[in-house]
Structure formats: structure tokens, C-alpha cells
């Protein structure tokens, strides 16, 4: 629009001496062309330099060079609505190129008798000099044309012409002739429950009861034997999980790096298929391999890294995704108000405030809002709390058990006092497989290995700590220790063995007396049974 209103301002006139409104027209339906034409691109390649490079080479050196001179001397000017050019016209640049040569030729003046035309709507058909709206049918079938073209490619290519693995659940080449492609399966969420596999070799008692207790399940998500094997990999990334969360329920899903909590959760947002198995959501069955679509409009996902736009404001994303999930009009504005005031964004400051100038902290906040806002049915939390400070860190964890009732949650954290704040039943992952499951409180039980006992002593002298040492072993027979570094020695001891009151008369009567700083009793935690877990489990081979 601007590049019009400059042309009609300063008088050039390969553009001027036209009719506006036509020219407008023109100008707004290349640009859907070219937007129909980039989003097919976007979806053959996974690698956005890649896509720069071929369409580098294709525009400039191929259409531009070669093509111009096939279409101007070839097909000839006086010619120009034959079917030969009206194909060539199906690709933006060739259109663009082709109207703007018309243009200038009627609007400045050519050697052949075609200048001084003034072109409007009422004298650029197929039969006249300036065939301008023969080559707008063509670009009108482009955009149409490029469009689905880029839905086709996007639901069926896996693997991009770069060789990238491109995300999303893919359907066969040919599912437009498949009749279940049109009607939906009565029966399709009890033979969902076929891919459920048997407990693998030497799984604990607990992952296995799950497995059977998911298969009664009737709501919430059912995760049913996921499996996921990346081509090129050595290992699976996911081996025969399978669990489920009831509503109004949080799992948490627990594990080191690689252990398989994001490709899980990329799994049952359809960011990618799974190699087995598959996920049934809500009380009707919906499956991901047949119903993703109707899945993602009740699902709200937190990622791993901030996915915000840059020039767009915390209240233009809340307004955005609530828009997506169908907010009443009239309510956004109640939804927006409540979730920036949740995550800590109310500020006026923070509300006209582009996301690109956020701190790493505000971005995660707004990313946990986009989440819950339009009370989704499904939420997936990738590791939400990265990067906040302790106060915002418990002011999400309020929001998120606040917007809980209703919702399926599932969250993936490193930082164990968040999944003891916020989950119901936690599961750990190792090398893809669940290891064990259950509330933190039975988790802590199961591994529960007896008291911890910490004691700082006199950091650099030895004899000190020696002395302490023998102490403890003499207050507590059956205490083993377990670590000793920069004066600070830690113990495990058997609850059976000690009696509280005589450990504190102990310890409190000679704490000067062995030079002891500080000391500590406690139950074992939820972090120390993850660390037991990864380590148990760290050398073995599946």
C-alpha cells in the first residue's frame, strides 16, 4: 500500500497513469499468490537456509534468467494470453515479472504501438493488447493451487528435500481415497487399546500395574504402549510407555537429559508420529493417529523454548491463543486481565511491551499463560519454571494449581521441589523406559533408604573431622556414611536403629566439644530418589 501511495504521489508513471483500484487488486492478489507460494516452500523444507539457497538459485539464475527469456521471445508479447503463458504465470515471480513488463510498456511507451493506454479493469481481458487479466486468473489459481499443495505436502512429507525431519503426524500419500479418511471408526478406541503392549523384561511391579490400570481407564489421556525410534538413531528415544493422567490431575515426568520426557511430549502434541503405540484424550477416545486435529483445539502446550512472536505484546498472545481455542469475544479481555495478573505481567509497563524485549523470566511466564488461557483440556508443561526467580516461581506454581480442576496436566521438570509442589503422581524415565511411578509420598517409601544425617565440622582439619566421625559412629552403630567433602560428612542411617531423642540429646550436649558447626536429620526426598533411580539404572543396557 505505501509503495502505491508513493507511485501515485510522485507521479511514476509506469504505475500512475493506471487506474488505482486496478492496480490494488493486482498488487493484493500477488501477494496472496506469494504467501500461498511461501507456505508451500515452508513445508518441503525443514531448514530455513536450505529454502533460501534453492529458491535463490530457482528465481534468480532459473526463472529470471532463463525463463524470462522463454516467455518474452518464445511465447512474444502480442501472444502473451496463450496457455503457455498463462502456466508460466502460476509462479509469483513469473506473474509479478510478466504484469510489471505490461505495465510499463502501457504506461510509458513502447516501439509497438502500445503506449498511452490507461489500463482499468474495463480493458485488460485476454483478447485485448494489455491481456493483464488473463495472467490475474492465473495468479488466482495460484494461490489456490499453492495452498493446497502446501496442506497436502504438510500432512503427508516426513522428510523434507533437504533431507530434515519435518514435524507433525503424517498421513498416507493416498489418504484422500481411504474411507476412513471420511467416517470415523466406532470401534477405533477399543482396537486403540490392541497396541498396548505387556510389561518389558524386569519391569517393577508398579509400571506394570499401571499398565493394566490405564487399560480401565475412560478419561483423561491414555498413553498405550509409545515407542519412538528417529531414523539414524542407535537407540529408541521411547520404549513401551504407557501410563495416564485422570482430569484434574497432574503427572509429572521426571528424568536426566535424554531420557525421553520431551520426545514424549512431542509425541502426544503431534509434533511428531510415534514409531508404536498411540495416545486416546478425553471420554469420547480420541486417538492422535485419527483425531489430532480435534485434540489440538482442547490442548494448550508450554515448550521447552519460548516460542513467542517478537513484535507482538503479552496481551496480543493471550488474545491470539484465545481467539484459537473459541474465548467468547466479549470474555478475552476478562481471560487476558486474569492470566497476566497470574503470571505477573499486569504492569502497564509489561503490557505494552514487545515479548522480544522480555527477560528469559517474563518470556516463560507469558509461554505458561498462552498454555492455560481458554481452559484447554489438555495442558503439556515442558520444564515451565526454567530461568524464574523463587518468587515467580511460586507465584506459577499457585496459577497452575489454580487452573488444575478439569484439565489433564502433564509437566516435565528438572527441579524435584517442583513436582512436589504441584503433581499428584510423578514418573521417572530412564533411556525411554518408565522406571517408576506413584505419588511422591509412595515414591519416597519404596526407595526409602532411612534417615539422612548431614554434619559440618572445621573445614582443612582433619583430626576434626576424624573425631566428629568416630562420634557418630558411636551415637549411631548402623549409620554408614556416604560423603565427605569440604567438611561436610553425610550418613545414611536405618530408621530401625537410632531413636530420635537420644540423637539430639546427643548431638546438641557435644556439638562444641567436637567442633560441630552444624547438623541435620531428614526423611529421605523425592531428589534423592530420583538420583538413586538414574543411577541404578545408568550403566544398564535395555
Known sequence: MLFLVVAYAVGFTAIANHDFMFILILMLLWAAQMVSYTMFMSTIFGNKWAALVFNFFLLIFVFVLLGWQFASYALGYRVSSTGGYWFLAVHPVFA???????????????????????????????????????????????????????VYFDMVLTTGVDGAVLPGTKQPWLFFLMP?????????????????????????????????????????????GLSKWYPGATRAAVVNVQFGIHESECFGLLG???????????ILCGLHSPTSGTVLCGAEGLDIRSDLTTIQSAMGVCSQDNLLWEDLTGPEHLRFFARLRRVNSRAIKNHIDYWLRRVNLAKSSDRNK???????????????????????????????????????????????????????????????????????????????LMRTLGTPTELRMRFDQGYKFLMACEYGDVAVEDNAHNYVVQLMPQARQVDRINGVLTYIVPKGSVTMSAVFKGMEANKEAYKIKDWGLSHTSLEEVFLQIVAANSSASR
Open 354 to 432: 514487545y515479548s522480544k524485549s522480555y527477560s528469559g523470566g517474563m518470556k516463560r511466564r507469558l509461554g505458561v499463560a498462552n498454555a492455560f488461557i481458554g481452559n484447554p483440556k489438555l495442558v503439556y508443561l515442558d520444564e515451565p519454571s526454567t530461568g524464574l526467580d523463587p518468587e515467580s516461581r511460586q507465584q506459577l506454581w499457585r496459577a497452575v494449581l489454580a487452573a488444575k480442576p478439569g484439565k489433564s496436566i502433564i509437566l516435565t521438570t528438572h527441579a524435584l521441589e517442583e513436582a512436589e509442589a504441584l503433581c499428584d503422581r510423578v514418573g521417572i524415565m530412564t533411556f525411554g
Open 180 to 224: 476412513s479418511t471420511y467416517r470415523k471408526d466406532a470401534n477405533r478406541s477399543k482396537d486403540a487399546k490392541v497396541v498396548a503392549l505387556g510389561a518389558t523384561h524386569k519391569e517393577p511391579a508398579e509400571v506394570t500395574a499401571e499398565r493394566k490400570r490405564v487399560l480401565e481407564q475412560n478419561d483423561g489421556v491414555r498413553v498405550l
Open 96 to 150: 509479478l515479472g510478466h504484469c510489471s513488463d505490461i505495465l510499463s510498456f502501457a504506461g510509458i511507451g513502447d516501439n509497438r504501438l502500445l503506449s498511452g493506454v490507461k489500463l482499468g479493469l474495463q480493458n485488460i481481458g485476454a483478447e485485448t493488447a494489455h491481456p493483464i487479466g488473463f495472467l490475474m486468473s492465473a495468479m488466482f489459481f495460484g494461490v489456490f493451487f499453492w495452498m493446497i499443495l502446501a
Open 256 to 266: 536426566s537429559n535424554g531420557a525421553g520426557k520431551t520426545t514424549t511430549i512431542h
